[in-house]
């Protein structure tokens, strides 16, 4: 099966209205829409508005949200409010959100429901410490983390998942995981959910690798089997890394 590449540039918490703007526009000045890949950002929530209004080919996303619809959840975003903006993916399962604001697989199954039920396609991320990477236990951290964040979705559901590989170790530290490495944990993301569900299922699922992603390295990844396009952190920030990034992975 043909998988489309998606590639997806994570700003965290950076750029104003204004700056979103700015990057919007020229980068799309370099699209036809005619790609081979799906290309795009995920933004704050503060820059998503005034990125769906900019956008022409790129992918928008949300960097987070909250699986109830509505309630006392102050500081919240709801997949309701999402898709009012015209969001069409949602990144879940950061390590970031994990690590700092205790982010479960079992909240990430939640969440991956409700965006499904909205048509919204969520990036669901996955990945090890540099502890648990040292100590051998990648392969134990991939399965649960997986069997816990797909909990209750069905094949045709997890078909439409994009899985994130990010091995926590090579986020923001300048690491990254050579192509073999990368390559091994995102076939084992795809025998995983081959393991729960079936081969047309995992066929169908498109599986990123991240960290620390840069224009001098997505070549070599791009050429493994099954890692189907990238999350970019640092290098989506500037148009021109950004753009250097696209220009490698359109051939």
């Not at 396609?121 to 392969?139: H, K, N, R, V």
């Amino acid at each position: 099966m043909a998988r489309k590449p998606i590639i997806v540039g994570n700003w965290k918490m950076n750029k104003l209205r204004s700056e979103a703007e700015e990057f919007m526009n020229g980068v799309e000045a370099h699209l036809t829409g005619e790609e081979k890949a799906d290309y795009g950002i995920a933004a704050p929530y503060t820059c998503v508005d005034t990125c769906v209004k900019n956008a022409k080919h790129l992918i928008v996303a949300a960097e987070n949200c909250n699986e109830k619809d509505s309630g006392a959840y102050t500081g919240e975003v709801s997949v309701p409010m999402l898709e009012e903006l015209g969001i069409t993916y949602c990144i879940i399962g950061h390590s970031e959100r994990r690590t700092y604001y205790n982010e479960t697989n079992e909240a990430c199954a939640l969440k991956a429901k409700r965006l499904l039920d909205s048509n919204i396609i969520p990036i669901l991320c996955i990945g090890e410490t540099e502890a648990q990477y040292d100590a051998g236990e990648t392969e134990n951290v991939i399965k649960t983390q997986l069997n816990g964040s797909l909990a209750g979705l069905t094949g045709e559901e997890v078909a439409r998942l994009v899985i994130a590989y990010e091995p926590i170790w090579a986020i923001g530290t300048g690491k990254s995981a050579d192509e073999k490495t990368a390559q091994d944990c995102c076939k084992l993301v795809r025998d995983t959910v081959c393991a729960m569900y079936d081969e047309a299922t995992a066929e169908a699922v498109r599986v990123q690798y991240g960290g620390s992603v840069k224009p001098t390295n997505i070549k070599e990844y791009m050429a493994c089997p099954d890692i189907d396009g990238a999350l970019i952190g640092g290098a989506s920030l500037k148009v021109d890394s950004f753009l250097e990034i696209i220009d490698a992975t359109k051939e």
